[in-house]
């Protein structure tokens, strides 16, 4: 079993930056791969960024070369820095893990609102 907590939502204006947390306990060794989600309202979820355990990253077109995915593994923590941040960032942003049992895990979600 794994838990998942995510921290550091709030609100931001335009261009300004965050960076969200995704704190991992239990059985954190199981752990494949994590990644970002978020949900804005009336739309569905959708993957924003991901890393596997070799540390191979992705990420959506719609945050290239403005968000950064990153872990540590001694503090079994996952990071998302945001940049640049746009009023269309605005969602709920949940942390994901996929085990190696493929089971999935999810967070309770963060909230990220960027003003214009």
């Known amino acids: 079993q794994v838990q998942l907590v995510e921290s550091g939502g709030g609100l931001v204006q335009a261009g300004g930056s965050l960076r969200v947390s995704c704190a991992a306990s239990g059985s954190t060794a199981s752990i494949n791969a994590m990644g970002w989600y978020r949900q804005a309202p009336g739309k569905q979820r959708e993957l924003v960024a991901s890393i596997t355990s070799g540390g191979s990253t992705k990420y959506a077109d719609s945050v290239k070369g403005r968000f950064s995915i990153s872990g540590d593994n001694a503090k079994n923590t996952m990071y998302l820095q945001m940049n640049s941040l746009k009023p269309e960032d605005t969602a709920v942003y949940y942390c994901?893990?996929?085990?190696?049992?493929?089971?999935?895990?999810w967070g309770q979600g963060t909230q990220v609102t960027v003003s214009s």
């Open positions: 994901n893990a996929k085990s190696r049992y493929y089971e999935n895990y």
